[in-house]
Protein backbone atom coordinates (compact mmCIF):
# COMPACT_ATOMS: atom_id res chain seq x y z
CA UNK A 1 0.00 0.00 0.00
CA UNK A 2 1.66 3.26 -1.11
CA UNK A 3 1.73 6.08 1.83
CA UNK A 4 -0.22 8.96 1.13
CA UNK A 5 0.71 12.22 1.78
CA UNK A 6 -1.35 14.61 3.77
CA UNK A 7 -0.57 18.16 4.25
CA UNK A 8 0.42 19.03 7.93
CA UNK A 9 -2.33 21.30 8.61
CA UNK A 10 -5.23 18.54 7.95
CA UNK A 11 -3.00 16.16 9.88
CA UNK A 12 -2.94 18.25 12.82
CA UNK A 13 -6.06 19.82 12.71
CA UNK A 14 -8.19 16.11 12.05
CA UNK A 15 -6.29 13.66 13.86
CA UNK A 16 -4.08 15.26 17.24
CA UNK A 17 -6.90 15.23 19.30
CA UNK A 18 -6.65 17.36 22.98
CA UNK A 19 -5.53 15.74 26.48
CA UNK A 20 -3.75 12.92 24.36
CA UNK A 21 0.19 12.00 24.10
CA UNK A 22 1.45 11.27 21.06
CA UNK A 23 5.00 9.97 19.37
CA UNK A 24 5.41 11.55 16.05
CA UNK A 25 7.92 11.33 13.38
CA UNK A 26 8.54 14.75 11.80
CA UNK A 27 11.66 16.99 10.71
CA UNK A 28 11.33 20.34 13.00
CA UNK A 29 12.39 23.27 9.79
CA UNK A 30 13.76 25.10 13.44
CA UNK A 31 16.37 22.62 13.91
CA UNK A 32 19.18 24.03 11.45
CA UNK A 33 21.84 21.63 12.00
CA UNK A 34 19.49 18.24 10.75
CA UNK A 35 17.89 17.58 7.66
CA UNK A 36 16.68 14.76 9.10
CA UNK A 37 13.39 13.47 10.53
CA UNK A 38 13.35 13.20 14.42
CA UNK A 39 10.94 11.53 16.97
CA UNK A 40 8.81 13.76 19.10
CA UNK A 41 6.67 13.61 22.37
CA UNK A 42 3.47 15.68 22.35
CA UNK A 43 2.44 16.02 25.59
CA UNK A 44 -1.19 17.42 26.21
CA UNK A 45 -2.17 21.08 27.86
CA UNK A 46 -5.11 22.47 29.37
CA UNK A 47 -4.94 25.55 26.85
CA UNK A 48 -7.06 25.38 23.77
CA UNK A 49 -5.63 23.62 20.60
CA UNK A 50 -1.90 23.53 22.28
CA UNK A 51 0.30 21.04 23.41
CA UNK A 52 3.79 21.01 24.66
CA UNK A 53 6.76 19.16 22.12
CA UNK A 54 9.72 17.23 23.02
CA UNK A 55 12.40 16.20 20.95
CA UNK A 56 13.71 12.32 21.82
CA UNK A 57 17.11 11.26 20.70
CA UNK A 58 19.81 9.44 20.15
CA UNK A 59 22.11 11.50 21.09
CA UNK A 60 22.70 10.71 24.69
CA UNK A 61 26.03 11.26 24.67
CA UNK A 62 25.68 15.25 23.46
CA UNK A 63 23.10 15.62 25.86
CA UNK A 64 25.16 14.11 28.75
CA UNK A 65 28.22 16.56 27.78
CA UNK A 66 25.54 19.42 27.35
CA UNK A 67 23.98 18.88 31.26
CA UNK A 68 26.59 17.20 33.23
CA UNK A 69 27.17 20.14 35.80
CA UNK A 70 23.28 20.40 36.12
CA UNK A 71 22.09 17.56 37.86
CA UNK A 72 18.17 18.79 37.67
CA UNK A 73 18.93 19.13 34.07
CA UNK A 74 20.17 15.67 34.14
CA UNK A 75 17.29 14.13 35.86
CA UNK A 76 14.82 15.67 32.99
CA UNK A 77 16.68 13.24 30.38
CA UNK A 78 14.17 10.57 29.94
CA UNK A 79 15.53 7.32 28.68
CA UNK A 80 13.21 5.26 26.62
CA UNK A 81 14.22 1.51 25.51
CA UNK A 82 14.57 0.31 22.02
CA UNK A 83 13.12 -2.83 23.26
CA UNK A 84 9.86 -1.42 24.40
CA UNK A 85 9.95 1.57 21.49
CA UNK A 86 10.83 -1.09 18.27
CA UNK A 87 10.19 1.49 15.44
CA UNK A 88 13.58 3.56 17.58
CA UNK A 89 17.05 2.71 15.93
CA UNK A 90 18.82 2.35 19.31
CA UNK A 91 18.21 3.38 23.04
CA UNK A 92 17.34 7.31 23.48
CA UNK A 93 16.23 10.10 25.30
CA UNK A 94 13.40 12.62 25.76
CA UNK A 95 15.01 15.64 26.48
CA UNK A 96 12.35 17.37 28.68
CA UNK A 97 14.86 20.28 28.75
CA UNK A 98 13.64 21.23 25.40
CA UNK A 99 9.74 21.62 25.97
CA UNK A 100 8.36 23.61 23.65
CA UNK A 101 4.71 25.13 24.13
CA UNK A 102 3.19 25.51 20.96
CA UNK A 103 -0.13 25.96 19.64
CA UNK A 104 -1.14 24.13 16.36
CA UNK A 105 -0.71 26.69 13.80
CA UNK A 106 2.95 27.08 15.11
CA UNK A 107 3.36 23.26 14.88
CA UNK A 108 2.50 22.98 11.92
CA UNK A 109 4.48 25.63 10.64
CA UNK A 110 7.62 23.57 11.82
CA UNK A 111 6.95 20.58 10.41
CA UNK A 112 8.69 20.14 6.74
CA UNK A 113 5.85 19.69 4.51
CA UNK A 114 7.84 17.67 1.85
CA UNK A 115 9.05 14.74 4.89
CA UNK A 116 5.06 14.66 6.27
CA UNK A 117 4.25 13.65 9.72
CA UNK A 118 3.76 10.52 11.16
CA UNK A 119 1.93 8.73 14.64
CA UNK A 120 4.32 5.98 15.60
CA UNK A 121 2.87 5.69 18.73
CA UNK A 122 -1.15 7.32 20.46
CA UNK A 123 -2.01 7.57 23.60
CA UNK A 124 -2.97 4.38 24.49
CA UNK A 125 0.34 2.70 23.27
CA UNK A 126 1.98 4.82 26.01
CA UNK A 127 2.43 3.53 29.05
CA UNK A 128 1.51 5.88 32.21
CA UNK A 129 4.37 5.37 33.92
CA UNK A 130 6.57 6.89 30.92
CA UNK A 131 3.70 9.64 31.15
CA UNK A 132 4.58 10.47 34.30
CA UNK A 133 7.95 10.58 34.34
CA UNK A 134 7.56 13.09 30.63
CA UNK A 135 5.34 15.20 33.16
CA UNK A 136 7.85 15.07 36.12
CA UNK A 137 10.89 15.56 33.42
CA UNK A 138 9.35 18.99 32.21
CA UNK A 139 8.67 20.13 35.53
CA UNK A 140 11.77 19.70 37.12
CA UNK A 141 13.60 20.62 34.58
CA UNK A 142 15.39 24.07 35.84
CA UNK A 143 15.40 25.24 32.02
CA UNK A 144 11.49 25.67 31.26
CA UNK A 145 9.55 28.29 32.54
CA UNK A 146 6.65 27.61 35.51
CA UNK A 147 3.89 29.00 33.07
CA UNK A 148 5.07 26.08 30.72
CA UNK A 149 4.53 22.94 32.82
CA UNK A 150 1.56 24.54 34.59
CA UNK A 151 -0.56 23.90 31.32
CA UNK A 152 0.26 20.23 31.48
CA UNK A 153 -3.07 18.27 31.25
CA UNK A 154 -2.41 14.45 32.44
CA UNK A 155 -3.50 12.97 35.73
CA UNK A 156 -2.56 9.37 35.95
CA UNK A 157 -5.28 8.46 37.98
CA UNK A 158 -7.57 9.44 35.79
Not at 9 to 17: A, G, L, Q, S, T
Not at 50 to 61: A, N
Not at 78 to 92: A, G, H, M
Not at 140 to 153: E, F
Request: glycine share 2%.
Amino acid sequence: MAKIKIPPKIFINNYIEEHKFYICLFRDIHHKTSKDRHYHIFIPVSRPKSLIVCVITSQKDNLIRIYRTNEKAMKSLITISRQEFRFLKEDSIINCNSAKLLNKIQLIQRIDAEKGIFVTKNDYEISDELKLNVVEGIKNSPLISPHIYKCIDFDPLL
